[in-house]
């Protein structure tokens, strides 16, 4: 069982039929005790840095997800995967959950419409289970103003945009990635069926 978290913060139901599309069974919450009995989590986000952490705050599940986390596959998509860093500078400095070394900063490329919005390809910077099936020049599908900064270990796929934008990255049983894989089409599908599939 695949749960999603329920915080305020996510496109929760379009996750969730993605994932029933691929078979997959999933539940959306807020309880603490069922993120603990599932065998995976993912964490939606859309809006800013700073409201989803405080939204996160007051859910009181953020040292739920941070213990967890170390036990399961965790997957954060969007802006849920740009607060799995140490801190983002999305109108103010914010601390984040501090899962994967790194920062969150404005994408800045004068020349480029902001927010990077609609398909764009990826890169292979490193190996991955999460990955397996999934090739060089593969489009997915991108909403945000704001970037990823991490070290290149860190990098499964990478875009570009005016420079280059993490698209999906990992440390150790966390996931996360910049774009929507839930409206990614059949390659969207097919990272979640591989996340699905992680022990």
Known sequence: MIAIIDYGAGNLFS???ALKRIGVESIITSDSEVLISADKLILPGVGAFPDAMRMLRGSGLI?????????????????????????????????????????????VAPELKIPHMGWNDVRKINDSPIAIG???????????????????????FRSEYGQEIPALVNRGKVFGAQFHPEKSGDIGLKILQNFAALE
Request: proline share 1%; charged share 30%; net charge negative.
């Open 15 to 17: 996750v969730q039929n």
């Open 63 to 107: 040292e739920v997800i941070q213990k967890e986390s170390k036990e399961k596959p965790l997957l954060g998509i969007c802006l849920g995967a740009q607060i799995l860093f140490d801190k983002g500078y999305e109108f103010e400095e914010t601390k984040g959950l501090g899962l994967i070394d790194g920062y969150v900063d404005k994408i």
């Open 134 to 156: 999934v090739s060089d020049g593969s489009m997915v599908y991108f909403v945000h103003s704001y970037k990823i900064v991490t070290e290149e270990r860190n990098i499964i």
